[in-house]
């Protein structure tokens, strides 16, 4: 297995306040990896950093052997347009919130980013499209709007338009916080699924027995620094860090 994506050093700041600091993480093809830790710990400024939604103060950030960023010693220096847009068609990312088109249909959220920023031809995409929907247990709410789809659906439906674009590596920031528990599982299940079929995954979640079960690794960060990371069934069942046992054991106690 090969490395997918490198983060080294990534610094970030807000306003002068340090929210990354010294960050380093590396993802394998193949591999799950899960970001645990509290609100306000850095996790979705890092996915933020990695899928280029914000810009890195210093540091590398390296897809497949391909420099997005690179560090000149006191910043990140980004790579030129249209190598960052070939860069961008290796990842997919699945908000908490969903952010489908309101006023376009289930099939055509599914099928836009391919035709339009791929170029790829509708007949193929439109196929595609549909075999994700029908994956997702969705085939038969194509001609639907995202208004008329529950939460788990519009989860479901901003999962099959990432997958349209066949990244290399799915990132998910939370992407279970706006749904109830119920809806939450079917989200799970897909994830689950896509696990099993060895798709490359950077989850930020705060689902923790699912973080043990379907990750190869689990990272903890609090206050912008990885304070712990391992196999998920060190980290989450044995953590050895004073912060990281603090902060599973306030999650058992809710």
């Not at 990695?50 to 497949?64: F, S």
């Not at 027995?209 to 960060?221: G, K, L, Q």
């Not at 620094?225 to 599973?248: A, K, M, N, S, W």
């Amino acid at each position: 297995m090969g490395k997918l994506l490198e983060i080294n050093h990534c610094r970030k700041q807000f306003d002068g306040m340090d929210v990354l600091m010294d960050l380093n993480l590396t993802v394998e093809e193949g591999q799950v990896l899960s970001i645990i830790g509290p609100s306000g710990s850095g996790k979705s400024t890092l996915l933020r950093c990695a899928t280029l939604l914000e810009t890195m103060d210093g540091g590398d950030l390296i897809y497949m052997g391909n420099y997005a960023a690179k560090d000149n010693g006191s910043r990140a220096v980004y790579a030129p347009a249209a190598e960052l847009q070939k860069i961008r068609n290796m990842f997919g990312l699945v908000f908490q919130n969903f952010n489908l088109f309101p006023h376009y249909s289930v099939l055509k959220n599914v099928m836009e980013a391919p035709m339009l920023v791929q170029k790829r031809p509708e007949k193929q995409v439109r196929e595609e499209a549909m075999e994700l929907l029908d994956q997702m247990g969705l085939a038969d709410r194509a001609n639907a709007y995202p208004y008329q789809l529950s939460g788990g659906q519009q989860q479901r439906v901003s999962i099959a338009r990432a997958l349209a674009m066949n990244p290399k590596i799915l990132f998910f920031d939370e992407p279970t916080s706006a749904l109830d528990p119920e809806l939450t599982g079917e989200i799970l299940r897909v994830i689950r699924r896509l696990a099993e079929k060895k798709m490359t995954m950077v989850i930020v979640t705060h689902e923790m027995a699912f973080a043990r079960d379907v990750s190869d690794w689990v990272v903890f960060m609090n206050d912008g620094v990885i304070i712990e990371q391992g196999d998920p069934r060190d980290v989450i069942d044995h953590p050895t860090h004073e912060r990281t046992i603090q902060f599973l054991r306030r999650l058992q106690d809710q």
